[in-house]
């Protein structure tokens, strides 16, 4: 049974740092790409940063390049999202995401999660800049 188990929700102000925690089952983590999705309200959900198994490779949106850093630990079965720089439009509830299924090439698995339509998927915690 595959589970993703979010941690870091919280508030910070404009300009604050947030780390977000994302501990993934052993069947998921190091088979498929895995990071964060957000979806604030009234808004559709973004990819905001992404990681191959290997560590070797990362998506990051454009909104948040510069600013946000994901990076895992293998040992923990746990990847992260280090959020520095933070601006009140990254408020939004952030989801875990992980692939579901390989693919032909990397490149095209880290696409697919990108996506976000055959993913599993966290429960959520929500992100609070003012």
């Known amino acids: 049974d595959v589970q993703l188990v979010e941690s870091g929700v919280g508030s910070v102000q404009t300009g604050g740092s947030l780390t977000l925690s994302c501990e993934a089952s052993a069947y998921t983590f190091g088979r498929r790409c895995m990071g964060w999705f957000r979806q604030a309200p009234g808004k559709e959900r973004e990819a905001v940063a992404g990681?191959?198994?290997?560590?070797?490779?990362?998506y990051y949106a454009d909104s948040v390049k510069g600013r946000f850093a994901i990076a895992q630990d293998n040992a923990k079965r746990t990847v992260y999202l280090q959020m520095n720089s933070l601006r009140p439009e990254d408020t939004a509830m952030y989801y875990c995401a992980a692939g579901r299924r390989p693919y032909a090439t990397i490149t095209q698995e880290l696409e697919m999660w990108r996506m976000g339509m055959d993913n599993y998927w966290g429960q959520g915690t929500q992100v609070t800049v003012s």
């Open positions: 990681i191959v198994p290997d560590g070797e490779n990362t």
